[in-house]
C-alpha cells in the first residue's frame, strides 16, 4: 500500500507543460499512438528521475527503449 502511494504521489507532480504536449504530439506521430499514450510516455520521458517505464500496452513495448535529447526511457513489461 505504502508503495502505491509514493507511485500516486510521484506521478502527480509529472510535468504537463506545452514541450511535454509538443513531444507527445511527435512522439505519437513517430511511433502511431493514440494521443494519451503519446502524453503519458512524453511525460515520463521527460521526467528527471524516470528511467525506466513499466507497461503492458504492446504498442508502448515495441518501442523497447526511447531516447529524448539525452535521456533514454526504457519501456518494458512487469
Known amino acids: 500500500m505504502n508503495a502505491l502511494i509514493d507511485y500516486m504521489d510521484f506521478s502527480s507532480c509529472l510535468s504537463m507543460d506545452s514541450g511535454t504536449v509538443e513531444l ?4 505519437a506521430l513517430r511511433y502511431s499512438l493514440g494521443g494519451r499514450d503519446a502524453l503519458i510516455l512524453a511525460s515520463y520521458s521527460r521526467a528527471k528521475q524516470v528511467r525506466k517505464f513499466v507497461t ?23
Open 24 to 27: 507527445g504530439l511527435r512522439l
Open 56 to 78: 503492458m500496452d504492446k504498442s508502448l513495448l515495441a518501442i523497447g527503449k526511447l531516447t529524448v535529447g539525452k535521456k533514454k526511457l526504457n519501456i518494458v513489461s512487469p
